[in-house]
């Protein structure tokens, strides 16, 4: 599956932003809130992980710049490193 983390912007605003994405047969889009805090998660067979993987350069861009991570490291994990 692929993750990211977004910052600021609510469940329903990012959905509704992305629902006008098409997505491949298998495939769904996940949401996660602890509000400011909305991850982001697409999953689907791994027959699907072309389809994905571009459609992931869509969800990335609608996201913009609200999205402070990608990955599953966690934010305390994210910001240790770029302290570093």
Excluded: H, N
Excluded at 53 to 81: C, H, M, N, Y
């Amino acid at each position: 599956c692929l993750r990211l983390t977004t910052f600021g912007r609510s469940e329903s605003d990012l959905a509704q932003s992305l629902d006008t994405l098409q997505l491949p047969p298998g495939v769904t889009m996940g949401y996660r809130s602890s509000m400011p805090i909305i991850e982001l998660k697409l999953t689907g067979p791994a027959s699907e992980e072309q389809a994905m993987e571009k459609l992931w350069l869509d969800v990335k861009r609608v996201a913009g710049q609200s999205v402070i991570f990608e990955g599953t490291e966690g934010l305390p994990a994210q910001i240790s490193r770029e302290l570093q």
